[in-house]
């Protein structure tokens, strides 16, 4: 069974789409998407060989080879440009999709839709995307086995976005949700900050540590102000 974290994956695919899921794994969220008919075409894409093997022994388990590819190889360098329209990336660091998508960035073209799922640092994604003339259409929050996943679904745009230094860091969509998990989210992300402000107190001061403190101070009040 899909675990709820990737099913709400699936929920921002729409019917008809063809699918890239890059870091795929066991395969797992195409496999489904298939197999619920929301999708005719699918590519897995997965740079590490045991993982890969997954990948492609779930897809012949299922009966599905011919309708999902798996590919081997890293990030978007798997697809050539125009192959699908909507690409997933889930289960990783939010610097590590960002470097993903920013390396990978001539094989986006034709790609319509972004649906990332970062397990740290959301923000790095979010900035991304700005940059890079996407934008956030909507973004989920849920939690699963007591840890807490974001979703984001961002889509090509000519405006550009532009989005205040809060919903950066927690999400525009999430931020005027403000749902129960998000709530709980931020004030634990608040008391381990706290924490470690405390710890810098007693350090020695040197102009980097300095800085490290205005940075956390500054990421301290957006959180509470929100
Ligand atoms: N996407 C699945 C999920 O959300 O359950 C699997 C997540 S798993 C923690 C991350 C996977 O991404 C690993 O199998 C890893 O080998 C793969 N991966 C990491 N960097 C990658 C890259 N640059 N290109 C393709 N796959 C990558």
């Given at each position: 069974?899909?675990?709820?974290?990737?099913?709400?994956?699936?929920?921002?695919?729409?019917?008809?789409?063809?699918?890239?899921?890059?870091?795929?794994?066991?395969?797992?969220?195409?496999?489904?998407?298939?197999?619920?008919?929301?999708?005719?075409?699918?590519?897995?894409?997965?740079?590490?060989e045991?993982?890969?093997?997954?990948?492609?022994?779930?897809?012949?388990?299922?009966?599905?080879?011919?309708?999902?590819?798996?590919?081997?190889?890293?990030?978007?360098?798997?697809?050539?440009?125009?192959?699908?329209?909507?690409?997933?990336?889930?289960?990783?660091?939010?610097?590590?999709?960002?470097?993903?998508?920013?390396?990978?960035?001539?094989?986006?073209?034709?790609?319509?839709?972004?649906?990332?799922?970062?397990?740290?640092?959301?923000?790095?994604?979010?900035?991304?995307?700005?940059?890079?003339?996407?934008?956030?259409?909507?973004?989920?929050?849920?939690?699963?086995?007591?840890?807490?996943?974001?979703?984001?679904?961002?889509?090509?745009?000519?405006?550009h976005?532009?989005?205040?230094?809060?919903?950066?860091?927690?999400?525009?969509?999430?931020?005027?949700?403000?749902?129960?998990?998000?709530?709980?989210?931020?004030?634990?992300?608040?008391?381990?900050?706290?924490?470690?402000?405390?710890?810098?107190?007693?350090?020695?001061?040197?102009?980097s540590?300095?800085?490290?403190?205005?940075?956390?101070?500054q990421?301290?009040?957006?959180?509470?102000?929100?």
């Open positions: 069974q899909l675990s709820q974290r990737l099913k709400a994956v699936a929920d921002f695919v729409n019917k008809g789409e063809t699918v890239a899921d890059i870091g795929s794994d066991h395969a797992y969220l195409p496999c489904y998407l298939v197999k619920t008919n929301k999708v005719n075409r699918a590519i897995a894409g997965e740079i590490v045991g993982p890969y093997q997954s990948a492609v022994r779930q897809v012949k388990e299922d009966q599905l080879t011919e309708k999902i590819e798996v590919r081997k190889g890293n990030g978007l360098t798997v697809l050539s440009p125009g192959e699908v329209t909507t690409v997933t990336i889930a289960g990783m660091g939010g610097p590590l999709i960002s470097d993903i998508l920013e390396n990978g960035k001539d094989r986006l073209t034709g790609v319509q839709k972004l649906i990332l799922q970062p397990n740290i640092s959301a923000i790095s994604i979010r900035q991304w995307l700005l940059n890079n003339g996407w934008q956030i259409k909507d973004e989920k929050i849920l939690e699963e086995d007591r840890k807490i996943y974001e979703i984001i679904l961002a889509e090509r745009s000519e405006n976005q532009s989005l205040s230094q809060q919903e950066l860091l927690l999400g525009p969509v999430l931020l005027k949700e403000k749902s129960a998990v998000f709530i709980n989210k931020w004030n634990h992300e608040l008391v381990q900050l706290r924490n470690i402000q405390k710890q810098m107190e007693g350090a020695e001061v040197s102009p540590l300095s800085e490290k403190k205005k940075q956390l101070e990421k301290i009040l957006l959180i509470e102000e929100a």
